[in-house]
């Protein structure tokens, strides 16, 4: 396992996006070879499909517009990546990047749009008011815990599938990726001590998804910044009223009511997952040494891990997964929401409930498995486009099965379509490279 190689990303980045001044636009997709094709595009013949949706119903929307393939990616701008409340300006490059991750990897076409409003409810009606130009709603970068308020609000009140990337995203990445580490370690997920480091957005969600897939609540442990949640905290009562969904978690996690810091919740644990504050040096070496035999560590904090990989290596570590993609085991959420809104989208879900998120969930783990897993290799990487499509199919049939699709397709037709819009966005890069629409200023790809 190599050291961290020096590369500055933060001034290439800075430079690139000046010289390219955004990293999407807007294309037809139609054909347009003479003026009078405009009349089919827009009027008179337009008016044809807008009063058929009205006769028809709104759901005729997701068949003559651009809307079945269509996903806002929405923000406040109030915990961008890493750099807290930024404010909506500083949050369009990070929903912009989403976007194109969505588009590239997925083939959603997905825009940013950033919201001026950090009111909950007055966020909520916005999103609402959105709701009839698109087909799903994934919410980004929310300040905890109004992030969870915001999205079951939102889940009951729209007719679309919304997602909250840092939530559910990352906790699908590392439930894949833990129910592979569990096999190469001989563990059982109900059987083993897991220790959360972190108790937002990311960490919350996984507590949730971790008793879905089968763990205990008494066997989890999740540490924040003032230490290990218990039933005897001092600040639990204001956390009941500020914070229900920690709460929540205080009174039925961590049965062996452990206290103290870091260090005394991982001391005899199987599992630590670590989505807290960058290190390295907030997990030491020492305290995995504590841990139990085959002990499994995902330190996920961007852009330094809670530990570096070696260091959590020599305390005894068997697997390491780190956020950083020059490490080995990446927990990426590009792993799961562009195949998650690519399924969704493409039967035209009504909601994303728990079952399609293990669903999408198994077929990574699955989908690894078949490749080969082993201590360096517990998730696919970013460029196994076959993971995506596994994926997304996994998560149409479901919505199929529990009766939330608009539309209804056999294996193969479903199977064949999403592999078609998943591999278009890649023929557009390269006709547009091949032909000079998209120039490569220096210093790209000079790392």
């Not at 499509?389 to 479901?398: D, G, I, Q």
């Amino acid at each position: 396992m190599s050291k961290e190689k020096s590369v500055n990303w933060f001034e290439i980045s800075l430079d690139l996006h000046l010289k390219y001044g955004g990293k999407i636009e807007v294309m037809p997709k139609i054909p347009v070879t003479r003026l009078e094709d405009f009349s089919v595009w827009y009027t008179p013949g337009v008016a044809a499909p807008s009063r058929r949706i009205y006769e028809g119903g709104r759901d005729l929307s997701f068949d003559y517009t651009l809307r079945w393939n269509y996903a806002a990616v929405i923000s406040d701008g109030t915990r961008v990546l890493g750099l807290g409340s930024v404010g909506p300006e500083a949050a369009i490059p990070v929903m912009e990047g989403k976007s194109l991750l969505f588009k590239y990897l997925g083939g959603v076409d997905a825009i940013p749009l950033v919201v001026g409003e950090r009111d909950p409810d007055k966020f909520i009606y916005v999103v609402k008011a959105l709701e009839p130009s698109f087909g799903a709603i994934n919410l980004e970068d929310i300040e905890s815990p109004k992030c969870f308020y915001i999205l079951e609000r939102l889940q009951e009140i729209l007719e679309i599938p919304v997602w909250h990337d840092d939530q559910q995203g990352t906790a699908l990445v590392n439930v894949a990726a833990l129910v592979n580490a569990l096999k190469l370690v001989g563990k059982r997920v109900g059987d083993v001590k897991i220790v959360l480091v972190g108790a937002g957005a990311a960490n919350i969600a996984l507590y949730k998804y971790l008793k879905v897939i089968g763990a205990r609540p008494g066997n989890v442990v999740v540490v924040d910044s003032k230490g290990v949640l218990h039933r005897g905290r001092p600040d639990l009562d204001r956390m009941r009223t500020e914070n229900p969904w920690k709460y929540s978690i205080a009174i039925e996690s961590n049965a062996e009511g452990v206290t103290g810091g870091i260090r005394e919740a991982m001391r005899g644990s199987d599992v630590v997952v670590a989505a807290s504050t960058p290190g390295p040096g907030i997990i030491k070496k020492e305290w995995v040494s504590e841990m139990n035999e085959g002990a499994v560590v995902f330190a996920e904090a961007n852009p330094v891990p809670e530990i570096w990989p070696w260091e959590a290596k020599e305390g005894g570590a068997r697997i390491v997964a780190t956020g950083r993609s020059d490490f080995p085991n990446q927990i990426n959420n590009s792993l799961g929401f562009p195949a998650v809104f690519r399924g969704v989208l493409t039967v035209r879900a009504r909601k994303m409930v728990d079952e399609m998120f293990v669903a999408a969930a198994y077929a990574l783990a699955s989908y690894a498995e078949e490749r080969g897993i082993h201590e360096e290799y517990i998730v696919p990487r970013m460029d196994e486009e076959e993971a995506y499509v596994r994926e997304a199919v996994a998560v149409a049939e479901k919505a199929m099965e529990l009766g939330l699709a608009r539309r209804t397709m056999s294996r193969s037709e479903l199977e064949g379509e999403v592999r078609e819009l998943i591999e278009r966005p890649k023929k557009f890069m390269r006709l547009a490279l091949g032909s000079g629409l998209i120039k490569v200023h220096p210093p790209f790809g000079q790392w």
